[in-house]
């Protein structure tokens, strides 16, 4: 037997917090992690197996202890590189997975308690309701760590976001490790004796995988006729901590810098990062509070006037707001500006926010609070209302900020709404870590899958890259160094996927299926005549 049955013991206690801790690390390393930048996918097939087995062995006095464990371990340990941002937030993240535990482990045990034979089902159903419902919706939303990231270099087997979303593949990939959990918590006694419990699930798996894998391969799509937009990305890596004129005049002169050395090879478009260049252009242009900012301003546009091509600028971008009492005062939007010469062409600015770093939509319930934020130095922005679509040299794109395109639904609004390719500008570099820059960087990848639409991402530190809309990395400029990238981008229309069409569709189809079972697992337990087994 590989696992003794669960004992009411501190023994068994320890064995149970041991299972979880290795779950946490395998969980952890299945992304790029401090021990493998890439990561390692394949452990994201079997990285929750010890979890499975302590949901199947535990008692439920202490499943719930059980989840706040799990989760705070396992996103202390994935989400290390949190702490080079701000100590704090790994006092305040990882909890918040542990709460999020606390609900979804008690869960995944009632549906194993239900349906001892087959919860590997309604598991999966359950673990992507919580990564959807639970952990990428609402103000929180944080969608690093949903386990189908994990696959992004498994390019044949996450074609199939482009039918389902990240979503499809996180089912697929979290079932093994249900079904190969409880394989190892009933032990070999029970493999052989009631194999079939096991094999028919397992096959059936296998030619889904098989399936997929298939899919994968016939449904990429070919770029070869598509037009190809020549662009330069400019990462200028600088510390994004250093503020006031002397930082932002450094800044501008790296921008300017590589800016010329990329109209060396004669691209369509220069696209800087976010707030590559921070003071508010339209606000200095038109108000001109400070002489000297201003001067930096009025640089910047007169080295733009000179420039034969367009130009995307991240900016703070300040303008006047009529508040509530008619009084009008200064507001500041994370943005990204179109530039053609010295005009401003059209402005995007930034739709869903950062809770507590860039946005706290709770400042009159919670004072104490918002109080705290402000003083920590946090610059809260205005929520944006558009989903602006630029058109330049007749490609239409649009430019989600910073983590914008981690939600799969805000990507594909803009696709929906006419742009041919995604255009991410980010600041990676605050977490000073190469692991935290490619964990965000492989949710990019599934959003040109989804959508088949190329992606482009410009950052201050990485990564920059331009992805194919079959997810293929095509041109990466190394991380945290000062340069730019030349590539072209394959611009392909020709594709609407369904993913496109319909969206999340498959987590509610999950919710539904998943509530639905429960219920019926419990009614069967209420009408099941006492002591029939």
Not at 16 to 23: I, N, P, T
Not at 94 to 100: F, K
Request: net charge positive; hydrophobic share 45%.
């Amino acid at each position: 037997m590989l696992v003794t049955a669960h004992r009411r013991s501190p023994s068994g206690v320890f064995i149970d917090l041991g299972l979880l801790s290795v779950s946490s690390l395998l969980f952890a390393l299945s992304f790029p992690s401090f021990l493998s930048v890439q990561g390692w996918f394949p452990l994201g097939f079997v990285c929750l197996v010890p979890l499975f087995v302590v949901v199947r062995r535990a008692t439920w006095p202490a499943v719930p202890f059980y989840g706040l464990f799990f989760g705070y371990a396992s996103y202390a340990l994935f989400n290390y590189w949190l702490g080079k941002f701000h100590p704090l937030t790994l006092i305040v993240v990882p909890p918040i997975y542990a709460a999020y535990f606390l609900a979804t482990l008690p869960a995944l045990k009632l549906a194993d308690t239900l349906f001892p034979r087959h919860a590997c089902f309604l598991q999966s159903a359950l673990w992507v309701c919580y990564e959807y419902f639970l952990k990428s919706s609402g103000f929180l939303a944080f969608s690093y760590g949903n386990l189908g990231y994990s696959q992004y270099s498994f390019l044949p087997f996450i074609q199939i976001a482009d039918t389902a979303g990240v979503w499809g593949v996180s089912l697929l990939v979290v079932f093994s490790s249900s079904l190969l959990g409880r394989a190892f918590a009933d032990g070999l006694h029970v493999l052989r004796e009631e194999w079939r419990r096991y094999i028919l699930p397992a096959a059936g798996y296998a030619v889904v995988f098989l399936g997929v894998v298939v899919y994968g391969f016939v449904s990429t799509v070919n770029t070869s006729p598509d037009r190809q937009w020549k662009v330069a990305l400019v990462q200028q890596n600088v510390d994004p901590w250093k503020g006031g004129y002397t930082a932002y005049r450094a800044s501008l002169d790296v921008l300017e810098r590589q800016s010329l050395r990329a109209m060396a090879v004669n691209p369509e478009i220069v696209i800087w990062s976010e707030t590559s260049f921070v003071p508010a252009i339209d606000w200095h242009t038109r108000y001109r509070p400070d002489t000297q900012t201003y001067g930096l301003v009025k640089e910047l546009r007169e080295f733009l006037a000179a420039q034969p091509v367009p130009f995307v600028v991240g900016n703070d971008d300040g303008q006047l707001k009529r508040m509530e009492d008619g009084q009008e005062v200064r507001v500041d939007y994370n943005a990204a500006i179109l530039f053609d010469r010295d005009r401003i062409v059209d402005t995007y600015r930034k739709l869903h926010l950062v809770p507590f770093t860039e946005s706290f939509p709770f400042q009159k319930s919670l004072p104490g609070l918002y109080s705290w934020l402000a003083n920590a130095d946090t610059h809260f922005w205005e929520k944006g209302t558009v989903y602006t679509v630029f058109e330049a040299g007749g490609v239409h794109f649009s430019t989600p900020i910073c983590f914008e395109d981690t939600f799969g639904s805000l990507c594909r609004s803009f696709v929906g709404k006419g742009a041919d390719v995604l255009v991410n500008i980010t600041n990676d570099a605050w977490s000073f870590s190469v692991p935290g820059a490619m964990q965000h960087m492989t949710m990019a990848v599934f959003r040109a899958v989804e959508n088949r639409r190329s992606v482009v991402r410009s950052t201050n530190g990485g990564m920059t890259n331009i992805i194919d809309p079959n997810g293929r990395i095509l041109f990466s400029l190394p991380p945290f160094v000062e340069g730019f990238l030349s590539g072209t981008v394959p611009v392909h229309t020709s594709t609407t996927t369904l993913y496109t069409r319909r969206g999340d569709w498959l987590p509610p189809v999950l919710l539904i299926l998943s509530l639905g079972g429960l219920a019926a697992g419990v009614l069967r337990r209420f009408l099941r005549p006492r002591g029939k087994t």
